[in-house]
């Protein structure tokens, strides 16, 4: 029992622990200022896409936290924008909770469990990012 109690443990530590996005792309020094765009058109800086951003976060979490987060993630790449591309719910897989007892008393053995099964849904988030040109070092 308490084998299995470390090992779900570990497990859902090592899960908090992940990252909560993807990135495939270039980085470069981190930018202390990023900008948000949500069209291609307004951008009138010219640019290069430097990378591509998946980021997946609970949709429990404000909105303001989660632009927060991504244009967090888009400074320490080295961004000088984002283009949002796509933003979504998704809705996948299950999240079990519960906890457990069992006794062994005089008059014979008692247990009992709580569980709560939720369905686990994201919000998610693509983005590009931009490196403007005149930050590029040749």
């Known amino acids: 029992?308490?084998?299995?109690?470390?090992?779900?443990?570990?497990?859902t530590l090592l899960i908090a622990c992940a990252k909560p996005y993807k990135y495939l792309g270039r980085?470069?020094?981190?930018?202390?200022?990023?900008?948000?765009?949500f069209r291609e058109a307004d951008v009138v800086e010219p640019y290069e896409v430097m990378g591509k951003l998946d980021v997946?976060?609970?949709?429990s979490m404000n909105m303001n936290k989660?632009?927060?987060?991504?244009?967090a993630i888009a400074?320490?790449?080295g961004a000088d924008a984002l283009i949002i591309d796509n933003f979504d719910q998704t809705t996948g897989g299950f999240v079990t909770t519960g906890v457990g007892a069992t006794?062994?008393?005089?008059?014979?053995?008692?247990?009992?469990?709580?569980?709560r099964t939720d369905i686990k849904k994201?919000?998610?988030?693509?983005?590009?990012?931009?490196?403007?040109?005149?930050?590029?070092?040749?």
Request: cysteine-free.
């Open 103 to 115: 006794s062994a008393g005089d008059n014979g053995s008692v247990s009992g469990s709580k569980r």
């Open 66 to 71: 989660i632009q927060s987060k991504v244009m």
């Open 122 to 138: 994201d919000i998610v988030v693509k983005a590009s990012l931009l490196k403007y040109k005149k930050n590029i070092q040749q």
């Open 27 to 37: 980085a470069y020094v981190p930018t202390p200022v990023v900008k948000l765009y």
């Open 75 to 77: 400074r320490s790449k």
């Open 56 to 59: 997946a976060l609970p949709s």
């Open 1 to 11: 029992m308490r084998k299995l109690l470390f090992v779900l443990t570990l497990s």
